[in-house]
């Protein structure tokens, strides 16, 4: 009776099997942050370049929130903490505003890799279109229609890596949205609108006594000679 000649499977070709499974030597698949995207609001922060790692862990403890991430903006000496607000929560601005004000009266240090810290009330792509629809909520806040006492702003533009932008416009898409009873003061602003451009996106954010406060530089701002 003939018989069918069935090799086993030698050992080594089980384990070639196997290993497709899993990444050369045995390494876990490492999970990056999620990137910087529009629709998100939180906390953007300079740093020593290379350090972003350490600085977001760094500025985590600063900020002192628990409701926050860290979303990769693909740039060099850039770090962004996304803050989940909750109804009573205070903004991201009330907040940086509060730590800024302390550390100019402490002095205290508390960082090594941050440099500057700023409010970001919302995100969105970088289009006249789309800057003018989202920066609304933030010129209703801050800018309202009626007011008894109209304030002065300035607005306060950085762009990296992003050469196509025109920044004249952006600027000038920012400045028209505010009502007009509220006017442009360059030299001694009431509040300032912060506007980044991180590649695509867009984000925007208010700052007061802008000048006061070291430009929100923690390292500044804790200097003995501030």
């Given at each position: ?101 302390s550390l100019a009266s402490t002095k205290k240090h508390v960082s090594r890799f941050l440099l500057r810290v700023l409010p970001v009330e919302v995100t969105c ?102």
């Amino acid at each position: 009776m003939a018989t069918e000649n069935k090799s086993k499977p030698s050992n080594s070709s089980k384990n070639n099997r196997k290993r497709k499974h899993y990444l050369p030597h045995n390494k876990p698949v490492k999970k990056g942050a999620y990137p910087l995207r529009p629709g998100v609001q939180g906390f953007f922060i300079t740093c020593d370049g290379g350090k972003e790692h350490q600085a977001s862990n760094e500025a985590i403890n600063v900020i002192d929130t628990r409701r926050f991430s860290k979303l990769d903006s693909g740039c060099n000496g850039v770090v962004f903490i996304q803050m989940r607000k909750r109804d009573g929560d205070p903004s991201p601005k009330d907040i940086v505003q509060h730590m800024m004000t302390s550390l100019a009266s402490t002095k205290k240090h508390v960082s090594r890799f941050l440099l500057r810290v700023l409010p970001v009330e919302v995100t969105c792509y970088t289009s006249d279109e789309e800057i003018k629809r989202a920066i609304k909520p933030v010129i209703d806040k801050y800018f309202p229609v009626e007011s008894e006492v109209p304030r002065k702003f300035a607005v306060l533009y950085d762009a990296r890596a992003n050469t196509g932008i025109d920044r004249t416009k952006v600027i000038d898409a920012v400045a028209k949205s505010v009502p007009s009873l509220h006017k442009v003061d360059l030299a001694n602003p009431d509040i300032n609108i912060v506007v980044q451009i991180v590649k695509t996106v867009c984000l925007i954010g208010v700052v007061e006594k802008y000048k006061e406060l070291a430009k929100y530089n923690i390292r500044q701002l804790t200097s003995p000679k501030q």
